[in-house]
């Protein structure tokens, strides 16, 4: 069974920089496409990155240009660099793995709150 577990999340300032981390257990999830969500209370998740088995990559338009997702396959770790951050960024941030390829994420790490002060 995998797990995941996230972690980096924090107060920042507005304009500051994090790395989250998701680290994944009981499987290895090189080949499977891995994303990063974020929800705040009283909105859907949304979906800010995900990355695939080839290290392609995806991006929600309102976090393009600021938001970096990355793999370490070494470390069966997915990353989300986010600079510039804003004060609409603040949201707990989920680690998600595709592992039937289906096209949708089956797995769901608990989340790690990020929050901006302005």
Do not use: H
């Not at 290290?55 to 660099?81: C, E």
């Not at 949708?104 to 608990?110: L, T």
């Amino acid at each position: 069974q995998v797990q995941l577990v996230e972690s980096g999340g924090g107060l920042v300032q507005a304009g500051g920089s994090l790395r989250l981390s998701c680290a994944a257990s009981g499987r290895t999830v090189s080949s499977y496409t891995m994303g990063w969500f974020r929800q705040t209370p009283g909105k859907e998740r949304e979906s800010v990155a995900g990355i695939g088995w080839s290290g392609k990559t995806y991006y929600a338009d309102s976090v393009k240009g600021r938001f970096t997702i990355s793999r370490d396959n070494a470390k069966n770790t997915v990353y989300l660099q986010i600079n510039s951050l804003k004060p609409e960024d603040t949201a707990v941030y989920y680690c998600a793995a595709d592992l039937r390829r289906a096209g949708e994420f089956d797995v769901w790490g608990q989340g790690t709150q990020v929050t901006v002060s302005s």
